[in-house]
């Protein structure tokens, strides 16, 4: 409850801040800007007078504890606040700002001499990043086709990277907070598959970036079929890669258009999910090309440094958060290559492959242009279950399909191992892979196997024993933790009173990792217990001592 009221305070503030410049003119209609510019600062002027909790949720910090990482820093730090006055004092309207990037996004019904900006004391330069008169190239850009059924199971995109063997060790994201980037999440509040994340209150909070509302279902179904292969839960039709984990839903993406300013509102999203405490940034977004050709990437720049989602993205990485971002769907076209902000070094870059493993034809090439291995992995995206409409779950593919894919079961190991950072998490899944040890520019490290991930990042956290297993703490307030010498394969666990009546009993046919939790005790009485543990090695009853 305390996590999700600092969510929503985070969120409250700002909406407000940006519900100040939301753009009324004196009439009270709603004004329509067709040009943004973005403005960089030299400094941030007055950082003092800020502590952690002013800045970031209870969440936020514990997660940069958990990593190691100071907070706050000195990019945890707002714009400064008289600069942004005294540029809409020059007639432009504020949408939103980046501590991370020390910027501000501005909007005008008009254009504006970009000199009467630059002369500023404080401005280092101003970039245009939207404006009119240019035909969109990109009308419906995150449409995407609905697909025959196909001969392969539903809950192939679970079996072919060993997922399921983690949600039937009770791995399903519980604990973890996602955040869900995205173009429009149009019916996710009414479609059957995500019944029970809705039903448990697992959406903590919303925003819209492009049009500065809370309201996100609307626009593009784009992300409602991310989210369901993320959540949903449909039996025998839809297996959610993380059906146990919470998520925020953030609008980002401006599906009528595609310019620049799209990577400011992105970032924005970004430092939300930082402030609210995430553990995962899931993107099936993506940028290289522009409705104004002027402002295109070019292929040299996929380095990680240079365009400024990617820094975005990386700078999010170095606050504990574990980015995932679709590689693209380009290569059958005049692109061929990973899409940014999948360039960053800190970025898990996911690839498509089909239902029989085979990298999909329009996925999207690497290496990024410094040679580094890009895509980092890959998992189905190919003809996969997803659902947008009450009237059923249909098939579709793309590399938007395959990240939730692998951003849900990092969710699944964050679990597993609390631990863990998302460093840790992105070289487990690189070492579990089945090309790690020759890695190309198609598969990236390759399909990962999930339960040699979880054991690779056992193996960094977890203390084996060279006897068990063993049960602490004893005595126990309530929960208590098993550590198993190797992974038991298959358990039986039984909790007895003094008595010997059976008050638990749980069977798991096949275990992944060496560790479980149990927390049946929590509501028992105080007094001795008895627990027998079985797996293939042998039982062994063990004494628990309930305060």
């Not at 992105?426 to 054991?455: C, E, F, T, W």
Request: aromatic letters at 8%; glycine letters at 8%; proline letters at 5%.
């Amino acid at each position: 409850m305390t996590e999700h009221r600092s969510i929503i305070n985070i969120k409250t503030l700002i909406s407000v801040i940006l519900i100040l410049f939301a753009g009324i003119d004196l009439s009270g209609q709603a004004a329509v800007y067709t040009y943004f510019y973005r403005v960089y600062f030299r400094d941030k002027g007055n950082t003092s007078g800020y502590s952690a909790s002013d800045l970031l949720s209870s969440r936020a910090i514990n997660r940069r504890l958990n990593a190691g990482i100071s907070a706050p820093d000195y990019k945890d730090f707002p714009v400064e606040n008289s600069y942004i006055t005294k540029i809409s004092l020059k007639g432009l309207t504020l949408h939103s700002t980046s501590k991370w990037m020390n910027t501000a996004l501005y909007k005008s019904q008009s254009p504006i001499d970009l000199n009467t900006i630059l002369i500023l004391p404080f401005v280092s330069d101003v970039k245009i990043v939207k404006n009119p008169g240019k035909k969109s190239l990109h009308l419906n850009k995150l449409d995407f086709e609905i697909e025959q059924s196909d001969p392969l199971a539903f809950d192939r995109p679970m079996t072919m990277i060993n997922g399921k063997a983690l949600h039937n060790s009770g791995f399903d994201g519980t604990g973890r907070l996602i955040a869900v980037l995205d173009g429009g999440f149009s019916e996710t509040d009414k479609i059957s598959s995500l019944n029970g994340l809705r039903s448990r209150k697992g959406i903590k909070a919303t925003y819209d970036f492009v049009n500065n509302n809370q309201f996100v279902y609307n626009s593009s179904n784009h992300g409602t079929a991310v989210l369901s292969v993320l959540a949903g839960n449909l039996a025998g039709f839809l297996e959610g890669s993380a059906p146990g984990a919470d998520y925020i839903l953030l609008k980002t993406e401006d599906v009528g258009s595609e310019f620049p300013c799209e990577e400011d509102f992105w970032a924005a999203g970004a430092e939300y999910a930082d402030s609210a405490g995430a553990d995962i940034i899931t993107s099936s977004l993506g940028y290289f090309t522009f409705d104004d050709s002027s402002m295109n990437y070019k292929v040299s720049e996929l380095d990680g440094n240079t365009a400024f989602v990617t820094r975005a993205a990386d700078i999010a990485a170095s606050k504990g958060i574990l980015v995932v971002n679709s590689a693209g769907n380009e290569r059958n076209d005049s692109w061929k290559y990973i899409i940014f902000p999948s360039d960053g070094d800190s970025v898990l870059a996911v690839g498509a492959v089909t239902g029989t493993n085979l990298i999909a034809d329009f996925s999207s090439a690497g290496p990024s242009y410094d040679k580094r291995i890009k895509p980092d992995n890959a998992a189905m995206g190919v003809s996969i279950p997803v659902q947008i409409s009450q009237n059923g779950v249909n098939r579709s593919s793309g590399t938007s399909f395959s990240c939730p894919v692998l951003s849900g079961m990092a969710a699944c190991l964050m679990q597993a191992v609390p631990r863990a950072r998302n460093i840790d998490i992105i070289n487990a899944i690189h070492l579990s892979a089945d090309r790690h040890n020759k890695p190309d520019s198609l598969y990236g490290y390759g399909i990962p196997d999930m339960v040699q991930a979880l054991n690779h990042t056992q193996d960094i956290y977890v203390k084996v024993p060279d006897i068990g297993p063993v049960i602490s703490p004893n005595p126990t307030t309530g929960s208590l933790e098993i550590v198993f010498p190797s992974p038991p394969q298959n358990i039986k666990i039984e909790i007895f009173s003094a008595l010997g009546k059976i008050i638990y009993q749980k069977d798991y046919a096949v275990y992944a990792g060496r560790t479980i939790l149990v927390t049946e005790l929590k509501q028992a009485e105080q007094g001795i217990y008895l627990i027998r543990i079985t797996t293939p090695f042998g039982s062994r009853v063990s004494k628990v001592i309930k305060l």
